[in-house]
């Protein structure tokens, strides 16, 4: 009788651990990924949705309408048959886009309005394209905030809709602190691929 007592417990137990084990945290990845595109480089970081399905599962984005999103960092390496200036070539910027439930943007009163990451508030364009938010920082900013980065302290990510709602993340150091491993791949990107 003992011994079912406690084979049931610990049946019970596993099946507790085992509930959140398959429960992962809706958080930004632990790791940045550089990568090289046509025109220009990118430093990234996703905010990670396991439940995409699961509305009210998805962290500070639950009930919002929006499904996902991503900072980065980026620098033009070409002009792109002169659309871009030579000027912008290599200048990095800093962005957070916020990206729509199946590429559309919630009703009007639902949308993103504004947001900050750190102690930088983040300018808007005037459209949002593609059902995408893209927010941005200028180049003074982006250079702190670079520098906040390396020195491996969390940055909190603030989102406000237009309904007076505001959504509140944190990014935190990854554990093995390896932020400046994939900025030295970021810079390596940018001096190889850049159009001279």
């Not at 990845?29 to 430093?43: F, G, I, P, Q």
């Not at 009703?107 to 394209?129: M, T, W, Y």
């Not at 390396?150 to 709602?165: I, K, T, Y």
């Not at 990854?174 to 850049?194: L, Q």
Request: aromatic share 14%; proline share 5%; hydrophobic share 40%.
């Amino acid at each position: 009788n003992k011994l079912a007592t406690l084979l049931i417990a610990f049946v019970f137990f596993w099946g507790h651990i085992s509930a959140f084990a398959s429960d992962p945290p809706t958080a930004w990845s632990k790791r940045w990924d550089a990568n090289v595109w046509n025109n220009y480089c990118e430093l990234k970081l996703d905010y990670e949705i396991p439940f995409r399905k699961h509305v009210e599962r998805r962290g500070f984005l639950a009930n919002t309408g929006y499904d996902k999103a991503f900072v980065r960092f980026t620098a033009m390496t070409g002009t792109h048959y002169g659309l871009y200036p030579e000027a912008e070539l290599s200048r990095i910027k800093f962005q957070l886009s916020v990206y729509g439930e199946n590429g559309e943007l919630p009703p009007p009163i639902d949308r993103v309005a504004s947001a900050k990451i750190g102690d930088f508030e983040l300018h808007q364009p005037n459209d949002a394209k593609y059902g995408i938010h893209t927010f941005l920082l200028d180049e003074e900013a982006t250079s702190t905030l670079l520098d906040i980065f390396r020195a491996n302290e969390r940055v909190d990510v603030v989102v406000r809709l237009a309904s007076g709602d505001e959504r509140v993340s944190t990014i935190y150091p990854s554990g093995d602190r390896d932020f400046h491993v994939w900025e030295a791949m970021f810079n390596t990107c940018i001096d190889k691929n850049i159009a001279r």
